[in-house]
Each structure stands twice: as structure tokens, then as C-alpha cells.
């Protein structure tokens, strides 16, 4: 019997995800060729397909798998080297990014006037219906769990930190009214747009680009070494939300995508200002003021943030500009 709060196990995208899909179908241990991982891509489909149906096992589980396999020491142990090898690219793609906040945050405080890949510039300006609802499609696989990954940095913060995260989270979810969750917002926001709401529907349809953007948080949340890090990724999306949002907004007005689409971002545009600067004076601040280590830790997350958004955005782009989807799989 499905679930459909859950998602389904979709096809694999190579020997990774093939290993782990029967792993996860029949209850036994994965059991990959010698050297998969080793010869896997970190950014290919195969790999962000693995990883990302693993990390789903800490969300709302998979659809037909037992809830026990989130604990599974083989896939535990699965997990720990597909996130080496993401890990191990991030650090080597960014060995020389800003290792200070204030560089690392600093030119996201001014928007350049031609960004070099911009999603919302595009669709603002010329973008078309067909293309918005593959976007919303996209971004479902982040907007449908929109919070949750950061939620798990607070036991690990203390002080002003764990104050400010919390009143930022506080808002993602509603403040307290179930009508108002961010998730629940974008999920209607997908039926303007005449697509499926449903968690996780669109995963066969997602790119690795897409992929990884989702994994990273994931991976970044689940681990308490990397709290920093996580801290970096929520500051550099809030930071990022506004501007982008009120584009956003005049894009879904001129589509006719209807008042639910529109919406959602004109809610993100005045509530991510202000989460601005709870998180950068109040969560970066007090979590340096407590762990001064960590400086180098909140930058990286800031950086791999920005770097896998806009190798997402080139690929959307290039496909957009020549006309085809970007998806995997096209939309009806």
C-alpha cells in the first residue's frame, strides 16, 4: 500500500543508486562494485540520487521501506562515503573562498546589476508559463521541507544564537498557524501552477544540480561538525531571498500564474528582510561570539551555497535558452 505522504523509489541512475534501491527494496545490505564510489562523479546523477534518498529516511521516510533503515549501519555507512566524496569536491571547488564572514557576505549585501546566472531575472523579464511551473517542479524537492534541514542546527546552538534561529524558524513555520507554513504556501502555489503538491512527486524529474542543492542542507544539518557551516547556508539564503522574491513576484503577476503563486513570494519578501538581520547580527553573531573557531566553518557553508545555486541556475539557463526542459524528465 503507498504512502503518499512519502515518497516512491524511482528509477537509479547508475550502479550507487542502483545498489542502494535494491538495498532498500528487499532489506538487505547495499552491495556495490569494487570501486563504484571511488570512480563515481560527486555532482553526477547517480550519486546525489543516492544520497538524497538516504538523507529522505531522516524527513518523512520512503514510501514502502521501514522506518528501522534510518538507523541501518550498512546505509549508515553507504551514506558516510558518498558524503566524503560531496564533501571532499566542495572543499577542493572552494579552497580559495572568503575563509572570513564579512568577505564571504559582504557582496551579497549589494546586488550586481548583471548577475551572471539570475533564474529570477529570466523569468521576470522574459521568461514563459511552461517554464515557471518546471521551476516551481525544481524547487519543490526544497520548498516542500522548507525549514526543516535547519531545524536541526538549534540543540546544537546556545544563547543569542538559539534565540535568533528559533524566532526565524518560528516564522518559516506559520507563527504557530498551520495555514501559513512556507511549505504548505509553496505546495499551493504548485496547484495555481497546475502541478502536483504532493511530497516528493517530482523527484524523478530533478536534475543532480537540483539534487545537490537539497543534499547539501541535508548533509550540512545532520551533522554537528559542520553546525558552522549550516549556519552559513540559512544566513546566505536569507540574504539571497528577498531581492529574488520581489522578482519573483512580478514574474508570477505578469505570468497570470494566480494569487496563491504570487503569494508565496510576496510573503518571503518582507519577512526574509527582516530575517536578514536576525541572522546575520543575532545567529552569526552570537555564534562567533560563542565558538570564534567557527568563522572559517560559516563561510564555507555561504560559499558552497552560492556555488551550487548558480551551477543550478546555469544548467536551468542553458537548457531554457535553447528552448528544451530542464528536467530529467519533461513535465505534461
Given at each position: 500500500m503507498t504512502d503518499p505522504d512519502r515518497p516512491g523509489l524511482v528509477p537509479a541512475r547508475g550502479v550507487l543508486s542502483q545498489a542502494l534501491l535494491d538495498a532498500l527494496r528487499t532489506g538487505r545490505l547495499p552491495?556495490?562494485?569494487?570501486?563504484?564510489?571511488?570512480?563515481?562523479?560527486?555532482?553526477?546523477?547517480?550519486?546525489?540520487?543516492?544520497?538524497?534518498?538516504?538523507?529522505?529516511?531522516?524527513?518523512r521516510g520512503l514510501d514502502e521501506v521501514d522506518?528501522?533503515?534510518?538507523?541501518?549501519?550498512?546505509?549508515?555507512?553507504?551514506?558516510?562515503?558518498?558524503?566524503?566524496?560531496?564533501?571532499?569536491?566542495?572543499?577542493?571547488?572552494?579552497?580559495?573562498?572568503?575563509?572570513?564572514?564579512?568577505?564571504?557576505?559582504?557582496?551579497?549585501?549589494?546586488?550586481?546589476?548583471?548577475?551572471?546566472h539570475s533564474i529570477s531575472h529570466?523569468?521576470?523579464?522574459?521568461?514563459?508559463?511552461?517554464?515557471?511551473?518546471?521551476?516551481?517542479?525544481?524547487?519543490?524537492?526544497?520548498?516542500?521541507?522548507?525549514?526543516?534541514?535547519?531545524?536541526?542546527?538549534?540543540p546544537r546552538l546556545s544563547g543569542r544564537a538559539k534565540a535568533g534561529m528559533v524566532a526565524v524558524e518560528y516564522d518559516e513555520f506559520g507563527a504557530g498557524r498551520a495555514e501559513a507554513v512556507h511549505s504548505r504556501l509553496f505546495a499551493e502555489l504548485m496547484a495555481d501552477l497546475g502541478l502536483d503538491p504532493a511530497y516528493g512527486?517530482?523527484?524523478?524529474?530533478?536534475?543532480?544540480?537540483?539534487?545537490?542543492?537539497?543534499?547539501?542542507?541535508?548533509?550540512?544539518?545532520?551533522h554537528r561538525a559542520l553546525r558552522g557551516a549550516l549556519v552559513g547556508h540559512?544566513?546566505?539564503?536569507?540574504?539571497?531571498?528577498?531581492?529574488?522574491?520581489?522578482?519573483?513576484?512580478?514574474?508570477?503577476?505578469?505570468?497570470?500564474?494566480?494569487?496563491?503563486?504570487?503569494h508565496f513570494y510576496a510573503e518571503h519578501v518582507e519577512a526574509d528582510a527582516v530575517h536578514e538581520q536576525?541572522?546575520?547580527?543575532?545567529?552569526?553573531?552570537?555564534?562567533?561570539?560563542d565558538e570564534p573557531g567557527l568563522e572559517a566553518d560559516v563561510a564555507f557553508g555561504c560559499a558552497a551555497t552560492l556555488l551550487l545555486e548558480d551551477r543550478l541556475a546555469a544548467h536551468i539557463e542553458t537548457a531554457w535558452q535553447r528552448d528544451a526542459s530542464a528536467l530529467r524528465v519533461p513535465l505534461p
Amino acid at each position: 500500500m503507498t504512502d503518499p505522504d512519502r515518497p516512491g523509489l524511482v528509477p537509479a541512475r547508475g550502479v550507487l543508486s542502483q545498489a542502494l534501491l535494491d538495498a532498500l527494496r528487499t532489506g538487505r545490505l547495499p552491495v556495490c562494485p569494487p570501486a563504484a564510489l571511488d570512480r563515481a562523479d560527486p555532482w553526477g546523477e547517480d550519486l546525489q540520487l543516492a544520497l538524497y534518498l538516504l538523507y529522505e529516511l531522516h524527513y518523512r521516510g520512503l514510501d514502502e521501506v521501514d522506518d528501522e533503515r534510518e538507523w541501518d549501519p550498512d546505509l549508515l555507512r553507504l551514506r558516510r562515503g558518498l558524503e566524503g566524496a560531496m564533501l571532499r569536491a566542495l572543499r577542493s571547488e572552494l579552497r580559495d573562498a572568503p575563509r572570513r564572514v564579512e568577505e564571504a557576505f559582504g557582496p551579497l549585501l549589494t546586488e550586481p546589476v548583471a548577475p551572471a546566472h539570475s533564474i529570477s531575472h529570466y523569468l521576470e523579464e522574459r521568461g514563459e508559463l511552461w517554464q515557471m511551473r518546471e521551476y516551481a517542479a525544481l524547487r519543490s524537492l526544497y520548498h516542500l521541507k522548507e525549514a526543516d534541514p535547519h531545524l536541526w542546527v538549534v540543540p546544537r546552538l546556545s544563547g543569542r544564537a538559539k534565540a535568533g534561529m528559533v524566532a526565524v524558524e518560528y516564522d518559516e513555520f506559520g507563527a504557530g498557524r498551520a495555514e501559513a507554513v512556507h511549505s504548505r504556501l509553496f505546495a499551493e502555489l504548485m496547484a495555481d501552477l497546475g502541478l502536483d503538491p504532493a511530497y516528493g512527486t517530482y523527484l524523478e524529474h530533478a536534475p543532480a544540480p537540483v539534487l545537490a542543492t537539497v543534499n547539501l542542507m541535508s548533509l550540512l544539518g545532520l551533522h554537528r561538525a559542520l553546525r558552522g557551516a549550516l549556519v552559513g547556508h540559512f544566513a546566505c539564503v536569507e540574504v539571497t531571498s528577498s531581492p529574488g522574491s520581489r522578482r519573483m513576484v512580478r514574474a508570477m503577476r505578469r505570468l497570470g500564474a494566480g494569487p496563491a503563486a504570487e503569494h508565496f513570494y510576496a510573503e518571503h519578501v518582507e519577512a526574509d528582510a527582516v530575517h536578514e538581520q536576525v541572522v546575520r547580527r543575532e545567529v552569526i553573531g552570537g555564534l562567533l561570539a560563542d565558538e570564534p573557531g567557527l568563522e572559517a566553518d560559516v563561510a564555507f557553508g555561504c560559499a558552497a551555497t552560492l556555488l551550487l545555486e548558480d551551477r543550478l541556475a546555469a544548467h536551468i539557463e542553458t537548457a531554457w535558452q535553447r528552448d528544451a526542459s530542464a528536467l530529467r524528465v519533461p513535465l505534461p
